[in-house]
């Protein structure tokens, strides 16, 4: 009976989906990086575009439009500065919903330069579930 609740609470992120429908802030107009969603496998899977914008004043946010992910326990989005999750890697969070547009914000004096990737990464499990390239 323990082992089956305990099957439920890691596995039942995988069964839930979540929307969002954050509309584009009109201030950032200006994209600075882009890229497509690609999952790790047939199990961690994602789609969509994720972008880098900026508002032109120092601002700068992370965009998802027609996102989607396979959900997990605990996962997170990071900047990286390649497709490989690394302590050195910029976090922005939790995955706050595993469909739609939305946007999260990017922390003051991120060097954007080194960033080349955006990753979703389960944190308990230290499990890759999705890149996208950002050029």
């Known amino acids: 009976m323990i082992a089956a609740a305990v099957l439920w609470v890691l596995a039942s992120p995988l069964f839930r989906v979540t929307r969002a429908n954050e509309a584009r802030p009109e201030s ?47 996962i997170e989005f990071f900047l990286s500065a390649d497709a490989t999750y690394g302590p050195e890697d910029v976090a922005l969070g939790d995955v706050p919903a595993t469909s739609g547009d939305y946007h999260v914000g990017i922390p003051a004096g991120t060097d954007l330069d080194a960033v080349g990737y955006a990753i979703v990464w389960c944190v308990p499990f230290g499990v890759l579930f999705a890149t996208a390239e950002l050029a």
């Open 28 to 74: 950032f107009s200006i994209v600075v990086k882009e890229g497509t969603w690609k999952g790790r496998d047939e199990v961690h899977f994602a789609s969509g575009v994720a972008k880098i914008l900026s508002d032109g004043g120092g601002n700068y946010l992370f965009r998802l439009e027609d996102f989607r992910v396979q959900n997990g326990p605990d």
